[in-house]
């Protein structure tokens, strides 16, 4: 017994959803758009199917299977295009780190020739602030404020001097004191005097210094005087980029 003709409505519709689907399917961002279209596409064609389950399903069928073809490919595509963007990112970093590591090696070349300082000398940075040590004082504090044990408040007094063409930037948290290898900050209270004046009254605080502009300031720190005392700059990952000998 011949099957009866096809109603075709709903699978033409479904076959132009899953041609339209096949073809967005193949293009990036909105191949996104080809997987709902594949979707309804196959929705449809196997409404259609279920329609014509006694009559010939040809055109319902086509549409199904162009629409999970559709699917495939933009499962298949979205995976090309991942790896590629994911290829160019990869070589955009190891560019940008390794351009990176180098202008960092440049900078700590050029920096300075050496990394240890006497107390007489100034440190001049590849950004162009100069950093200069006027005098250092130890002492053990007031009635009511004193250091830890085993220390004395290290009082350095600092120059700081920007020679560049740029304004840079400082912080007394960009400088540390190195007893021995350890590193501390350099913002401790020394205390006040019994009349109620601070024995520090010109703390080294944050700014900006503009080009030829100087600043000059104290900053505390507790060590033990005994100990190799120094002035350090270090970076954030704990490297010294250089010392100043205190004694």
Known sequence: ME?????????????IIAIFALILSWVPIVNNI?????????????IALVINRKNKKTIALIATILSVLSIIVVLAT???????????????????TSTASSTASSEKKDDTTKKTFKLSETVKQQNGLE???NNVKFTQGTEYTTPKAGTQFILVNVTLKNTGNKSVSYNPYDFKL????NQTDMNSYAG?????????????HSGTLQPNATVSGTLVGEGNPENDIKLASVDYDGEINWTINLK
């Open 3 to 15: 099957k009866a003709k096809e109603k075709k409505v709903l699978g033409i519709i479904a076959l």
């Open 34 to 46: 080809a997987a709902i279209f594949a979707v309804l596409g196959i929705i449809l064609g196997v």
């Open 78 to 96: 979205q995976g090309l295009y991942s790896k590629a963007i994911d290829d160019a990112t990869g070589k955009s970093d190891k560019n940008v």
């Open 131 to 133: 950093i200069k040590v």
């Open 178 to 181: 190195d007893d021995n290898g």
């Open 192 to 204: 006040s005097d019994e009349q109620g004046n601070p024995v520090v009254s010109d703390d080294l």
